[in-house]
């Protein structure tokens, strides 16, 4: 009898069996039970097994559309920084209620255009001194601003962050920039260390409590402070719900869900640009946007939002553990026939390798696999601003903000499109290659062509990059959490999002010094994009693989040889595949 109940139990692959320290049974110490005493439970082959949670499928759906909710108002807060800061048309605040084209000659001097094919116009810092048009001064009573697009009341027109004070605006930028940056490496860290859930609990507290601060500041000093812990907080949220929601699926599920979430924030910033047109106050619009995030506090109530299982298999605390299990078993009978857990193909909780930092630094391949998907990531994010200011920093003929905002939110929707249309077919390193090809092709062909490309070739290529390099800064956020280990999932996705906004960093920089060095900063990332293809080629091939759990298993993704072909269903060395 049991002889002919193990065969099934063989990997028919050409797999290598799993250390022998490593049990495969849910309880290694205790003996072979026997057929008559109770029906052997379903036990999945070492090659392959299903992310579907113990509760059952319509609980792991619930949660999957319970960690996508977030990203709506989380877009209020990552997002806004354009409506916040954009300057808008001004001049000398002159006597009289209206200025009238002809006041306005006569009282502010003529100023020529920096840029080609700029003609310049009045002054927007000087003006005539009392009515004489032989001396020049600063402006003397403030500024009065033409705001016809964006908000009517932002930071810019309520403290005249313009002329002399302009310079507050790309530090703000840079700190809010900053303030990402340290809360994708420090909540990183914090959703590795002390779980999902916990981490998850903390940004949100901490995303409303500096929401709050931030809408009540009475200093621009006070604003950038607040601003960068709002930041730092805010990317928290993002980066566990993003992670947390990928751990929930099975291997087929992975992009279309991901695919989902980026739509929801896309979703998030046309929301946001309505709410900007209907309140026109920044106080007002950050606050629409952090007011709803208390309703995700109730994320904390016992049952409603679980902790990880992947990350509790991998836990120091075997009493949660053992009360998963306990779950998983009470509920095993009333689940779908098809629902499985990865509870029964993974180790017992004595046995769960804790994180070893010397292991960890000897981890080549996992290293390797960071530091190539974290150069993509600086590269895509700070090229894509190239492109959407390029009109306006080489021909000085800018389009409207509308425009310009419009246009990049419906190229981050697009791309989240073509990636799950094509992604799951063509393999994540072949579109990833592509993606960092056309970015690359299209910025050599605007700064090569620049002076015989017509404006509406310029527009072509200009949305093609910008295309091309959101799809790239996307996909690689996605590449990185699958073929991270879940015991650094957190600090490996938070170090490649952290280097992306070193990419985005340029933007703001070159901003303060009036777009001086635009050319070269375009120069050097087009250079860079093309040693990005190149470092591409080192990646391995996630597809419908298992997400590694141990630094033993993210070693095992490597590069497939390039000389021979694989089948889909054929895993990466010793990586075990679901589908086989």
């Known amino acids: 009898m049991m002889s002919l109940d193990s065969p099934p139990l063989v990997s028919p692959s050409s797999c290598p069996d799993p250390p022998l320290s490593l049990p495969s049974s849910p309880v290694p110490s205790s003996p072979a039970p026997s057929s008559s005493s109770f029906p052997a439970p379903h036990v999945l082959p070492s090659t392959g097994e299903v992310m579907v949670l113990a509760l059952g499928k319509k609980k792991q759906r619930m949660l999957i559309a319970l960690s996508i909710l977030p990203n709506l108002f989380l877009a209020f807060l990552l997002s806004s920084d354009p409506l916040l800061t954009f300057s808008p048309p001004h001049h000398c605040h002159l006597p009289g209620s209206l200025a009238s084209p002809e006041l306005l000659n006569t009282s502010l001097p003529w100023e020529k255009g920096q840029r080609p094919g700029d003609s310049g116009g009045p002054s927007q810092c000087k003006q005539y001194s009392n009515g004489s048009q032989s001396a020049v001064v600063d402006c003397e009573a403030g500024w009065d601003y033409n705001a016809t697009e964006g908000l009517r009341n932002n930071i810019v027109t309520e403290w005249d962050l313009v002329c002399g004070q302009y310079w507050l605006v790309p530090v703000e930028e840079v700190c809010f920039i900053l303030g990402v940056l340290t809360g994708c490496l420090g909540l990183g860290y914090a959703a590795d260390r002390l779980g ?30 607040m601003r960068f812990c709002l930041a730092a907080a805010s990317a928290g949220v993002y980066l566990t719900l993003y992670i947390t929601r990928l751990e929930m699926c099975e291997p087929s599920l992975r992009l279309l869900v991901t695919m989902l979430a980026g739509l929801m ?58 009360s998963f299990s306990e779950r998983r078993n009470s509920n095993r009978d009333v689940r779908d026939d ?48 190239c492109y959407s200011s390029f009109r306006g920093d080489v021909r000085g003929t800018s389009p409207s903000f509308y425009w310009m905002y419009l246009l990049s939110v419906c190229a981050g929707g697009g791309a989240w499109l073509l990636l799950w249309a094509t992604v799951d077919r063509c393999g994540r390193r072949g579109i990833l290659l592509l993606s960092m090809t056309l970015t690359g092709l299209a910025s050599l062909i605007l700064l090569g062509l620049m002076e015989y490309l017509s404006e509406m070739a310029i527009t072509v290529f200009s949305v ?22 879940t015991i650094i999932r957190g600090s490996g996705v938070g170090a490649v999002l952290a280097l992306g906004c070193v990419g985005r960093l340029t933007s703001p920089l070159i901003d303060l010094r009036n777009h001086y060095g635009y050319f070269l900063h375009h120069v050097v990332y087009s250079s860079l994009a093309l040693l990005a293809v190149l470092s591409i080629l080192l990646l391995p091939e996630s597809k419908r693989k298992v997400l590694p759990q141990t630094l033993a298993d993210g070693e095992q993704y490597r590069r497939p040889p390039l000389g021979r072909r694989r089948r889909d269903n054929v895993p990466l060395l010793a990586t075990p595949n679901p589908e086989t």
Request: charged content about 10%; overall charge negative.
């Open 265 to 322: 924030t896309v979703a998030g910033e046309l929301l946001l640009l309505a709410v900007a047109l209907g309140c026109q106050s920044w106080r007002g619009l950050l606050g629409a946007g952090a007011a709803p995030l208390t309703l995700f506090l109730s994320y904390g109530i016992p049952g409603v939002f679980p902790e990880s299982s992947r990350w509790l298999l991998l836990s120091e605390r075997s009493a949660d553990v053992n």
């Open 464 to 485: 093609l990059g910008l295309f091309s390099s959101q799809a790239t800064a996307s996909l690689c956020i996605f590449f990185t959490a699958e073929i991270m280990p």
């Open 196 to 225: 999902r859930s916990k981490t998850l609990l903390i940004s949100l507290a901490l995303s409303v409590m500096f929401g709050v601060l931030v809408c009540v500041s009475p200093y621009p000093s006070i604003f950038i402070v």
């Open 338 to 385: 098809e629902s499985f857990t990865e509870l029964d193909s993974e180790l017992a909780p004595s046995s769960h390798p804790h994180l070893s930092f010397p292991e960890l630094f000897h981890s080549r391949n996992i290293w390797k696999n960071m530091c190539v998907l974290g150069f993509t990531s600086f590269i895509s994010h700070g090229i894509s601003h």
